[in-house]
Every structure is written in structure tokens, then in C-alpha cells.
């Protein structure tokens, strides 16, 4: 078997991470495999080491991909296209992956050259669809995908409810860490060099929250939450800190404004993309999901490893999936009062903040494990 992924970008994110981990598990397994990128990013040498990667050509203008007018500026120059797609033709692919409905631009063009089964790995829920894709493309995608993973139920149900894709050629395979690597990690970190490398305050509860910086995430939303913790409490008592936000943006000027307006600017520490986010989310005492959309995000399974006791609104995705009555707290969608009252009232009952942590750790390594969702993977691969 032979196949040819794809991956909008190999930034290090969770989609991405994701398809690192099975591409990593599927060469050991004989599995042959190929990766068109269709934007560069910091992950690209670690594919790489794995095998054969290829760039889309006119990179040029792979800050608009995400664009819902990207067909409009992809390069018209069909001898160079024609030619880039020979290459691909010449491999002999069994399959296609495609990793995000951000790949969704190019599948059209794609399978006039490869008529080989599509599958597609639907990592993301209605708002993100709506701006990582257009219509045109999307309805194409769906309509000439063989079989469809969805990372969740949260997305499978919206899949087959909004875009009336067949419930038959659906199937949710939730999305993994590897467990072991996760926590043998956070046991051999040194929570206090951590802590001095990131200047993060000692003796302080520390609150925290990890993703890039945008609307879906909601770190202005953490940023209120903040606000209303250090309203309600002494402040001295507590620390927020972000981990993997790209300091630049108008999103992120926009949150440093509403920062310095509060005058909490000393009580937030922003950190950028980093290899240390396992060991930063060690050392925090409640890791919030203050997303308004995020279908099912790795780095809770991290956090639930690592005991971090979990808060998230409901309504969001995979949050709700996951927390249930058992695995941390939820609160109602964006009430920011509601989530600061019970981040105090965490800090102040150890006793339940932490049996919600184990439980956390307890449901990834029994319902959420790397084994049990790559031989699901493998499975279907294989089947089609």
C-alpha cells in the first residue's frame, strides 16, 4: 500500500501532530507514503524523516490558503501544474489522506489526475468549516470522499447534520497523544527549572490555557477570566500564563489592549510556540479551555495526563465530550463570572481538584489511548 498525504501546513499544531504521530506508527508498519505540504512550518524536517516530502508549487501565496477565494489565486500556469501532478501520478498511490477540510482547495484539481479513494480527516466543527473552506470546495470533497474520519462525535454529528454527508461512511475516531511519552515527560520535568526558564512567579496558583492566538481559541476570553479571578480574589494569590501564542497579529494587539486597560498585565504571562509545552502544563495548577469552538484539542489529553484539573465551557465540541460529570468542570458557555468563581473555589478544595484530575488521567488511558485509535486508523486504511 502506498499513500499520499496531505497537510494544509506543518505547523507545530494539533492536526499536525496528530498526522506526524500516524504517519510515524504507519511507516514502521510497512506502509509506503508520500507528503504534499501545501505551506511550509516548523514541523516539515520531522516529516521529512519520515518520507518523501513535496512542496505545492507557488508558495507565494500560502498566507491566503485559509482564504474561502483561494481558488481564485491558485497559479494558472498549466504546464507547471500538469507537470507537478505527472510527478505525483508517477508514484502509483493506493490512496489519498487528507488531513483537515483546510486541504480542501486542492482536492478538485487533485483527483483530475489521481482517481485513486479520497479518505478525509475532519478535524474541525461548523465555524472553522465555514472559514477554511468554500462551498464549492467543500461540496466536491464530500461528495468524492471514500470513507470520512471525524476526531469526535461533536464533529461526526455536524458533518452528517449540516453537510448531509452518509452517517454509513462515517466514522469517529477521537483524536490521541501518545500517552506514555506524555507522561513519562511530565515525571522527569523540573517544575522549578521550568519555572525560572519562563519567569513564571514561585509560590503562585497558576492558572493556564494553550493554543495559537485566534478568535476560536479565546484567549480574550482568558484574559476576562483573568480579570475577573483577580477582581474577586487577592491577587497575589494567582497567575495566568498562555502557552503557545504567536506575539504578533491584530488578534493579539487587540488582547494586549484589553490587557493593559484591565491592569492585569503583570499577572499574564504569553509564551510562544515552544517544545516545552508538556513541562510548562506540568506546572500549572488548572489548565482552562476557554475555546468557543475547539473539536476534541490534544493538548486537554495532555493536560488530563498530567492530572491538571480541566475547566471548559459547554457547547464547544469536544470539551463537553470529554470533561462529562467526572473528568473536570463545565461551565455554561462564556459566562466568565461563572468559570473565576470555580477556579477559586478549585484553588481553595485541593481535595476535589485533584481526584478530578486523576479521573481525567484515568479516562485518557482507559477510553483515549494512542493504540486504540491508530488500529483504527490502520483498519480502515487497509479495508479501503
Known amino acids: 500500500m502506498k499513500i499520499l498525504f496531505i497537510s494544509h501546513d506543518a505547523n507545530r499544531a494539533g492536526a499536525q501532530l496528530f498526522l506526524l504521530n500516524i504517519m510515524q506508527y504507519l511507516i514502521k508498519k510497512g506502509i509506503s507514503m508520500h507528503l ?7 514541523l516539515k524536517s520531522e516529516f521529512e524523516d519520515i518520507c518523501p516530502v513535496t512542496e505545492y508549487p507557488k508558495m507565494e501565496v500560502s498566507k491566503a ?6 481558488s481564485k489565486l491558485i497559479p494558472k500556469n498549466n504546464k507547471q501544474k500538469a507537470q507537478f501532478y505527472s510527478s505525483l501520478l508517477a508514484e502509483n498511490f493506493d490512496l489519498i489522506y487528507a488531513n483537515t477540510i483546510a486541504i480542501s482547495w486542492v482536492i478538485p484539481e487533485l483527483l483530475e489526475f489521481l482517481k485513486i479513494p479520497l479518505i478525509t480527516h475532519i478535524h474541525e466543527l461548523e465555524f472553522s468549516i465555514q472559514l477554511y473552506s468554500n462551498n464549492q470546495n467543500r461540496e466536491f470533497l464530500f461528495k468524492n470522499t471514500t470513507k470520512l474520519i471525524a476526531c469526535s462525535k461533536a464533529v461526526a454529528e455536524n458533518i452528517i447534520k449540516k453537510h448531509h454527508f452518509p452517517a454509513e461512511k462515517t466514522e469517529v475516531i477521537h483524536s490521541f497523544v501518545e500517552n506514555e511519552k506524555v507522561i513519562s515527560r511530565s515525571h522527569s520535568s523540573n517544575n522549578e527549572e521550568i519555572k525560572q526558564k519562563y519567569k513564571l512567579p514561585e509560590n503562585t496558583f497558576l492558572i493556564g490555557g494553550c493554543g495559537n492566538a485566534e478568535w476560536r481559541k479565546g484567549i480574550d476570553i482568558f484574559a476576562l477570566i483573568a480579570s475577573r479571578v483577580l477582581d474577586l480574589s487577592p491577587k497575589n494569590k494567582y497567575h495566568f500564563v498562555w502557552i ?8 493579539y494587539e487587540q488582547i494586549c489592549y484589553d490587557i493593559e486597560k484591565l491592569g492585569i498585565k503583570k499577572y499574564i504571562t504569553f509564551i510562544e510556540q515552544t ?3 508538556i513541562e510548562l502544563i506540568n506546572v500549572l495548577d488548572i489548565f482552562t479551555l476557554p475555546s468557543r469552538e475547539d473539536p476534541f484539542p490534544l493538548v486537554m489529553l495532555e493536560a488530563a495526563l498530567m492530572k491538571r484539573t480541566i475547566i471548559g465551557f459547554e457547547k464547544t465540541g469536544g470539551c463537553s465530550e470529554f470533561i462529562e460529570a467526572d473528568a473536570g468542570m463545565l461551565v455554561p458557555y462564556l459566562n466568565i463570572n461563572e468559570m473565576a468563581i470555580k477556579i477559586i473555589n478549585l484553588h481553595e478544595n485541593q481535595v476535589l481538584a485533584q481526584q478530578l484530575g486523576h479521573n481525567a488521567k484515568e479516562k485518557v488511558l482507559k477510553m483515549y489511548s494512542f493504540e486504540n485509535s491508530i488500529l483504527k486508523i490502520e483498519k480502515l486504511l487497509r479495508s479501503v
Open 65 to 70: 490558503l485559509y482564504k474561502k477565494a483561494i
Open 36 to 42: 504534499l505540504l501545501l505551506c511550509d512550518g516548523v
Open 275 to 277: 517544545p516545552d509545552a
Open 244 to 251: 503557545g501564542v504567536k506575539k504578533e497579529g491584530e488578534y
